[in-house]
């Protein structure tokens, strides 16, 4: 289970910098997130999403409340969470295989066993046969597959995801939001993640969390109804439909709120 209470942070300018004001990205954010559960957080830009999952990440620092994860006071980065950015982050001099073993090694796990382990993640993400391939040999869509087994790799109880098909072409990116539904029916890892997509995180979620504009506060939680396991025909049922619908309502009147203060009204 994951804990986020009464969490606040604000960014200072650094020492020297002229002209430049503190940042309160978040603000009294309070958010329980259930073993297994996939939480999805969307809002405006610039509202503190991927703050906040740094944050449970342990590597962004919390100035005021408290993260827990199982009970544990988050106060850095820790192998039961893993997080998984929108640039693919691999070493480009590396294969496949030792990507996705990459943190095993670091752990000391013996060659054999960590390559077998390896070997079956690279199965279960579709990439069988290019174990041996180096990801500039990859199309986005597959070295986006090696960054989600090299995270599985570790067996992290939590799966953080910041946006990780933002950088993809749309056909990519579908074929990733169903990879993704298949990878999680077998894992069931507790999951957040981060997306501008209204139709990603209701096709992905069980929640969908909704923020408001900077300073970061949760504004809005939707439970998801849409039955599991999900499939692209879940997106014309009547169900997804409104549900878009109700949360683009929220997400449009949020952006309304923010444009006097854009404007100096």
């Given at each position: 289970m994951i804990d986020i209470s009464h969490?606040?942070?604000?960014?200072?300018?650094?020492?020297?910098?002229?002209?430049?004001?503190p940042v309160t990205a978040l603000d009294d954010v309070n958010l329980t997130i259930g073993d297994n559960e996939f939480v999805t957080l969307i809002g405006p830009s610039g509202c503190g999403k991927t703050t906040l999952l740094r944050m449970v990440a342990g590597l962004t620092s919390v100035d005021e409340g408290l993260i827990r994860v199982d009970g544990k006071v988050v106060r850095g980065p820790s192998p039961d969470r893993a997080m998984v950015f929108q640039a693919f982050a691999l070493m480009p001099w590396a294969s496949v295989l030792r990507n996705v073993a990459f943190g095993l090694e670091l752990r000391g796990t013996p060659k054999r066993e960590r390559e077998e382990l390896a070997r079956d993640l690279v199965r279960k993400v579709g990439l069988a046969g290019f174990e041996k391939s180096l990801p500039a040999e990859l199309s986005g869509g597959m070295r986006q597959r090696v960054g989600i087994a090299r995270a599985l790799a570790v067996n992290p109880s939590v799966l953080l995801m910041d946006e990780p098909f933002g950088a993809l072409d749309e056909q990519t990116k579908r074929m990733m939001q169903e990879e993704l539904l298949r990878i999680w029916e077998m894992e069931r890892k507790t999951v957040i993640f981060v997306t501008h997509s209204i139709d990603e995180a209701i096709l992905l979620a069980d929640r969908c969390v909704l923020m408001s504009a900077r300073p970061g506060r949760i504004h809005e939680i939707e439970t998801i109804h849409l039955p599991r396991?999900?499939?692209?025909?879940?997106?014309?049922?009547?169900?997804?439909?409104?549900?878009?619908?109700?949360?683009?309502?929220?997400?449009?009147?949020?952006?309304?709120?923010?444009?006097?203060?854009?404007?100096?009204?």
């Amino acid at each position: 289970m994951i804990d986020i209470s009464h969490v606040s942070k604000t960014f200072h300018p650094r020492a020297g910098r002229r002209g430049t004001q503190p940042v309160t990205a978040l603000d009294d954010v309070n958010l329980t997130i259930g073993d297994n559960e996939f939480v999805t957080l969307i809002g405006p830009s610039g509202c503190g999403k991927t703050t906040l999952l740094r944050m449970v990440a342990g590597l962004t620092s919390v100035d005021e409340g408290l993260i827990r994860v199982d009970g544990k006071v988050v106060r850095g980065p820790s192998p039961d969470r893993a997080m998984v950015f929108q640039a693919f982050a691999l070493m480009p001099w590396a294969s496949v295989l030792r990507n996705v073993a990459f943190g095993l090694e670091l752990r000391g796990t013996p060659k054999r066993e960590r390559e077998e382990l390896a070997r079956d993640l690279v199965r279960k993400v579709g990439l069988a046969g290019f174990e041996k391939s180096l990801p500039a040999e990859l199309s986005g869509g597959m070295r986006q597959r090696v960054g989600i087994a090299r995270a599985l790799a570790v067996n992290p109880s939590v799966l953080l995801m910041d946006e990780p098909f933002g950088a993809l072409d749309e056909q990519t990116k579908r074929m990733m939001q169903e990879e993704l539904l298949r990878i999680w029916e077998m894992e069931r890892k507790t999951v957040i993640f981060v997306t501008h997509s209204i139709d990603e995180a209701i096709l992905l979620a069980d929640r969908c969390v909704l923020m408001s504009a900077r300073p970061g506060r949760i504004h809005e939680i939707e439970t998801i109804h849409l039955p599991r396991p999900r499939s692209r025909a879940d997106e014309t049922s009547a169900e997804f439909i409104e549900t878009k619908a109700r949360l683009w309502d929220h997400l449009r009147s949020l952006q309304l709120a923010e444009e006097p203060k854009r404007v100096g009204v």
